[in-house]
């Protein structure tokens, strides 16, 4: 079966930190742009960070530079979310989606073609 399974929310206090992760299933994540996204309620789902498999490089949205890092582990089939300095703002539904790793709009949620099926994240003390 084809598909993406996020782990690794939870609840947690300001200033604390959480590593997610986005392992593939079905498919190997070796050339592909993967997508973090979050969806807090009554807002949009909105791009936080992306890596293309194939090259390594990486985008985040100015709102978790020099908080979150993004890595994979293609042998492992698996792409991390490190956050660390976790804010209330960050609370949401944390979502992984590949597409291919062409074009641009890296975080734009509508390029994404597959996703998984979400991980809560809730920061708070």
């Known amino acids: 079966q084809v598909q993406l399974v996020e782990s690794g929310g939870g609840l947690v206090q300001p200033g604390g930190s959480l590593r997610l992760s986005c392992t593939a299933s079905?498919?190997?994540?070796?050339?592909?742009?993967i997508g973090w996204f979050r969806q807090a309620p009554g807002k949009e789902r909105e791009g936080v960070s992306s890596?293309?498999?194939?090259?390594?490089?990486?985008y985040y949205a100015e709102s978790v530079k020099g908080r979150f890092t993004i890595s994979r582990d293609n042998a492992k089939n698996t792409v991390y979310l490190q956050m660390d300095n976790l804010k209330p703002e960050d609370t949401g539904i944390y979502y992984c989606?590949?597409?291919?790793?062409?074009?641009?709009?890296?975080?734009?949620?509508?390029?994404?073609?597959?996703w998984g099926q979400g991980t809560q994240v809730t920061v708070s003390s």
């Open positions: 079905g498919f190997g994540l070796g050339y592909f742009a």
């Open positions: 989606a590949t597409r291919y790793p062409h074009g641009t709009d890296w975080l734009v949620p509508e390029a994404y073609t597959r």
């Open positions: 890596i293309l498999t194939n090259t390594g490089r990486t």
